[in-house]
């Protein structure tokens, strides 16, 4: 097995593989490609450029800053992690979680404690590592954040957005990166305790899921919301599915959020050829340390 390492990446050299690998991350428009000159600044201007490698190759990256957010009381400092890219070989395998906990352990020792980033609510695997792996929790969601993107993996969609929040010094999160890490609950623990879904999903032709026309706002303090587990290929095969997934998530999204439900938990079911997956939702902030 080659071994990983983890280290901050301060050099052209390094930023210039960083480049290289956002084209392979993000294929299709060098355009939206985050220049070396922009990571320099980034990094000797209190950024954190963190490189994941597999035998001295770079295979993955972090990417964030120091940032604002405007809160009632006035503007507090946060870390924004603005991107994270895993070579498409070496997916799944750990080393996204490897990334962030070490942008965890130096945002620590930079004295901040909240981290925030956005992704899209569609993408399973994504959700899998920051809200069950990481801690992270989210109730903002961002119409079309980013205007039109026009690389291979966003390129035809709105960019919306959840846009969440990683309390980095928090017990739910410190549970999370500790070295005997939770690992999540399964859907049977959440159904078991009486915990329901809150629309159906049906199979359509080519075995790919259907969202419903409409849904019903939870009753409940916890429910489930079930998202296609592998949206990227949903998005290859049916792109008109794709889209009705983009609208029906936002309505979603924006209405429990909006009537005070938080993400806290994320719950994938690999089962074979039929995987599936599912937010958790909670009202209030009741259960944010567990
Ligand atoms: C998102 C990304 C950075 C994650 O990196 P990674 O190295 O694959 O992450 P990890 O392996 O640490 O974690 C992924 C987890 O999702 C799980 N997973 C795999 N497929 C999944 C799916 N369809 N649904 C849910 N979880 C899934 C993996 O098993 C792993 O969980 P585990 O550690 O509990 O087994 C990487 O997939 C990537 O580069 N994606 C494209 C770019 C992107 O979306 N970047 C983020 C926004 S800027």
Sequence with gaps: MP?????????????????????????????????????????????LVIGAFLDGELVGFVFGFPGLEFVPDGPHPKHCSHMMGVHPDHRSRGIGYALKRAQW????HQGLNHVTWTYDPLLSRNAHLNIS??????????RSEYGELRDGLNAGLPTDRFQVDWWINSQRVVRRMGDRARRGFGLDHFLQAGVQALYPVQTGPGGLPRPPEHFTPPGD????????????????KDFPLARDWRFFGREVFESIFAAGYLVTDFVFERGG??????YVLTHGEATLDQ
């Excluded at 210039?16 to 220049?35: D, N, R, Y």
Aim: one cysteine or more; a negative charge.
């Design 3 to 47: 071994e990983l390492t983890i280290r901050l990446l301060e050099t052209p050299e390094d930023i210039a593989a960083v480049e290289k690998l956002q084209g392979l991350v993000w294929p299709g428009s060098e355009i939206e490609i985050v220049p070396a000159h922009v990571l320099l600044t980034v990094i000797h201007n209190g950024g």
């Design 105 to 108: 352990q130096m945002v620590r």
């Design 133 to 142: 792996r990481l801690g992270a929790v989210c109730n903002f969601y961002h």
């Design 221 to 236: 303090r916890l429910a489930l919301a079930e998202i296609p587990s592998d949206f990227h290929d949903l998005k290859a």
């Design 273 to 278: 050829d039929a995987p599936r997956s599912f």
